[in-house]
């Protein structure tokens, strides 16, 4: 598997083939819950919408799995997955995940609406965005204390080299983006 790190917080792995590569797998794997769930209208996939799970035994290794709708495809840009990286990130720390995996999955849905790479950068600007404000809330007190979950972006090796570098250039903007806030607290006193 190729792995790289493109700061503390943030890495990309490519996904070989013995990994869990498709939507179609992962809900085979999940003795298709997934599919239970879209057909019995238990989850839409409405744009925002969450969804956590633990896998049934003996499925997978994770052991938690977040599902967030990005609503319908013809609607699909990368500022919706901007939003989802926001709420990814939000949800993770709640939930007090150590580690987060992001695979889309929507190659795997038949959607090209976004380039692999857009879509994970927009996703990681998001992820960083929803991170630092979960940050800022906990140093006002307003929030429990607890780590910054470390973030996996996955990408199939045919887009792993792209991938990295659209996301790379997103993270260090975000990260610059975090810097040029106003420092001042959220909250007057």
């Keep these: 598997m190729q792995h790289r790190e493109i700061n503390r917080r943030v890495a990309l792995a490519s996904v070989q083939p013995g990994a869990i590569e498709a939507m179609e797998e992962f809900n085979n794997k999940l003795h298709r819950l ?7 209208g238990h989850f839409a996939g409405e744009l925002g919408e ?9 499925s997978i290794t994770p052991k938690k799995v977040l599902l967030i709708g990005v609503g319908n495809e013809p609607g699909l840009t990368p500022e919706r ?17 150590v580690s987060v995996s992001f695979a889309p999955g929507l ?8 380039d692999a790479g857009d879509g994970a950068a927009a996703f990681a600007q998001g992820w960083i965005s929803g991170c630092d404000t979960e940050k800022r809330l906990q140093e006002e007190r307003v929030s429990p204390v607890v780590d910054t979950p470390a973030l996996t972006i996955e990408a199939g090796p045919k887009y792993f080299e792209a ?12 990260v610059q ?5 106003t420092p001042a607290p959220l909250m007057s006193k």
């Design 107 to 114: 190659r795997d849905q038949g959607s090209s609406r976004i």
């Design 81 to 97: 997955l901007r939003f989802v990286g926001v709420i990814a990130a939000r949800e993770s720390i709640r939930l007090k995940v």
């Design 34 to 40: 997934l599919s239970g769930l879209r057909e019995g």
């Design 177 to 181: 983006a975090i810097h040029d806030r």
């Design 50 to 58: 969450t969804l956590v799970f633990t896998p049934p035994p003996d």
């Design 163 to 174: 991938v990295y570098a659209k996301v790379a250039i997103a993270v260090e903007g975000a």
